[in-house]
């Protein structure tokens, strides 16, 4: 298949190599070393310098944390301590990807924090092999300096390579330097400029950059297939077809919506999710508003559209029909606010007249 990028740059640390791994190997040197203050002191310290506009190496940097955070280690453990900085676990997946990238002839590398022996040791260790490594050691200054990713340059043209970080703050300060990034979410702080591609594993990511259109290209989800287990606001039935977890959806959610003759939803909103509604079956009846003062029906091959945090109640006009509807959603999230609402009586009728529609 062909890639979709010609190179490929990963963040190292946190990315390709697992940090939280380090804990049980530093365990069992000393019990007076919290990994995630380390982490956290060592990466202010980076931040630091590039404030003061200066520059230490990232062991130096590595060592200077450990010392902040657990300043009563003697001088042979802090040393032992430090060197599991040189043999981080990879993530299970990080092999398998980085030989898939390259069986498709797409260049990898790693941009990292790191120093050239730091890295090229933690990869040895890992058994993790890339094209080529670059390291701020080379600009004197640390991520999210501009300097640091313009390295990115040396892989080729920016529209054919692609940056990839678990590290939110990492991902941002690359895509505010005008790269094409790819934001790996394991859970983490996400980056405040939206990535290119958001994936949740190295494994997605090679599905993303190297796709298998027989495996990962059109999917059919069976009527008898749907997904009864999401979110649910009373007096509606929900059921999931398309999704991540189902389908590979990155964007959006759809499904069916199933309401009992005569019966009525409670009032809700989806967030800042925008949905739209098709109705197969039945009479629709939507009320929406502060206090669901406001209504409108609609019928078989009518599109109902529902923006942000608009509060609105489906109902279902006919006293013996069910009334069956598929429903799209804007985003993956199972984001369902149900509201208690006194709503008022009667609501005004709203028809949509203008121009275009004539009632």
């Known amino acids: 298949m ?5 190179a ?16 049980a190997r530093i365990a069992a040197i000393s019990a007076d070393v919290d990994l995630a203050a380390w982490r956290k002191a060592q990466l202010e310290r980076s931040w630091e310098l590039n404030r003061l506009g200066k520059y230490e190496p990232f062991d130096a940097v590595t060592s200077w944390a450990l010392r902040q955070v657990s300043p009563g280690l003697d001088a042979s453990t802090r040393e032992r301590v430090e060197a599991v900085w040189l043999s981080l676990p990879p993530y ?9 990238l390259k069986s498709a002839g797409v260049r ?4 990292s924090n790191g120093t050239p022996s730091m890295i090229q040791a933690a990869l040895g260790a890992a058994g993790l092999f890339v094209d080529l490594i670059r390291s701020v050691h080379e600009v004197g200054a640390y991520k999210t300096n501009p300097r640091v990713y313009e390295l990115l340059d040396a892989l080729g043209p920016r529209e054919g390579t692609l940056f990839v970080s678990a590290n939110g703050w990492d991902a941002e300060g690359a895509k505010r330097n005008g790269r094409t990034v790819a934001f790996i979410d394991r859970g983490q702080p996400p980056p405040a400029l939206a990535p290119d591609l958001r994936v949740r594993s190295l494994a997605e990511l090679a599905d993303a950059v190297v796709p298998d259109w027989r495996l990962r290209g059109v999917r059919i989800v069976k009527g008898t297939e749907l997904d009864p287990n999401t979110a649910q606001t009373p007096g509606m039935s929900r059921a ?16 069916t919506v199933t309401i009992h003759p005569n019966a009525k939803t ?9 949905s739209v509604l098709y109705v197969i079956k039945g009479r629709a009846r939507m009320r929406w508003g502060e206090r669901l003062e406001y209504a409108a029906e609609a019928g078989p091959g009518d599109f109902i559209y529902v923006p942000p945090f608009v509060p609105h109640q489906e109902i279902n006009a006919s006293r013996d029909e069910e009334l069956e509807c598929v429903v799209i959603r804007s985003g993956q999230e199972p984001v369902v606010v149900n509201l208690e609402i006194a709503p008022v009586e009667p609501p005004e009728t709203v028809k949509w007249i203008d121009a275009i529609h004539k009632e």
């Open 108 to 111: 990898t590398a790693v941009l």
């Open 8 to 23: 490929v740059a990963f963040d190292l640390y946190g990315t390709l190599l697992d940090v939280a791994g380090l804990a």
């Open 266 to 274: 409670g009032a809700h909103h989806h967030g800042e999710l925008e």
């Open 2 to 6: 062909e890639p979709r990028y010609q």
């Open 92 to 100: 299970p997946d990080a092999a398998a990807m980085l030989q898939r």
């Open 240 to 255: 999931a077809a398309i999704n991540h977890a189902r389908a590979g959806a990155q964007k959006l959610w759809a499904g």
